[in-house]
């Protein structure tokens, strides 16, 4: 294995570029949300899905992109336990305007978040819910998170028996802090050919996951990669399309973000 060097040592600094999109699809209102962010050599990339009430589920998603940017940025870190504690913080506000707000009272929303620092290319990554991340080298997949939902549980616990809708979940923001299930991945370190993508379900359950893997290799060099991904997704859809919604960080050769 050859590790290139910097001049003091260091494995060299990686690029990273962002290319995010969200449509509404075939609903009568987007709930979905993006939001990434960079301070110093810290990159954050953060979605969420809601659902609940009448706008609930927009406010949710919103309120979560919006506060774990804003409290990541302040402190950018790796450490699981600080990006735990940031996580029960964003859950509290909701919860907070679940009580607030009676139009809010049955807000939810999942949450998946990257964070990568260029310098020591340290990456992590968290969810809840089943909104996704899937980390790829080429078009090869090195890892992809599991979701919380009953689908899921079911396959890995009674896979004979017919599982219930794909979007029942077991956990979501806006729960009470003893329903909250947080998953939290080891620290790995990037090189350039590496790319993530977070999604919501409404894009990934129109995919396979080589056929993503093979989609990002191809739109590698494309601005308008994610909208490429979209029409397909719409697509297949066929007019009954939910909300969709992707964000892609590349790994380039040592430079400058540009998120």
């Known amino acids: 294995m050859t590790v290139q060097l910097g001049a003091c040592g260091e494995p060299r600094s990686v690029s990273l570029r962002v290319v995010s999109r969200s449509d509404q699809g075939d609903r009568a209102e987007n709930q979905d949300a993006l939001k990434h962010g960079v301070v110093g050599e810290w990159q954050v990339c953060v979605l ?18 919006d506060l774990f940017v804003e409290l990541f940025l302040l402190n950018p870190t790796v450490c699981q336990a600080h990006l735990r504690a940031l996580v029960n913080q964003v859950n509290k506000r909701i919860l907070e305007m679940q009580q607030l707000y009676a139009e809010l009272r049955d807000m939810h929303t999942t949450l998946c978040a990257l964070v990568i620092n260029r310098l020591s290319r340290q990456a992590l990554w968290l969810h809840v819910g089943d909104s996704r ?6 078009d090869i ?11 899921q549980w079911m396959a890995d616990h009674q896979p004979s028996r017919l599982p219930p809708a794909r979007n029942t979940l077991y956990t979501a923001l806006g729960e009470q802090p003893s329903e909250l299930i947080v998953d939290i991945s080891d620290v790995c370190t990037v090189s350039p050919g590496d790319w993530f993508l977070l ?3 409404g894009l990934w359950e129109h995919f396979s996951d080589a056929e993503l893997g093979l989609l990002g290799l191809s739109l590698w060099d494309q601005g308008d990669c994610c909208s490429h991904i979209h029409r397909l997704a719409l697509g297949r859809a066929t007019g009954r399309a939910d909300n969709l919604s992707s964000m892609v960080l590349f790994v380039g050769e040592g430079g400058h973000s540009n998120g």
Request: aromatic share 6%.
């Open 48 to 65: 969420a899905d809601g659902a609940g009430g009448h706008h609930g589920g927009r406010v949710a998603a919103q309120q979560a992109v």
């Open 133 to 138: 991340l899937y980390r790829f080298n080429q």
């Open 141 to 151: 997949l090195v890892s992809r998170t599991r979701d919380h939902s009953m689908l």
């Open 199 to 201: 999604c919501s379900d």
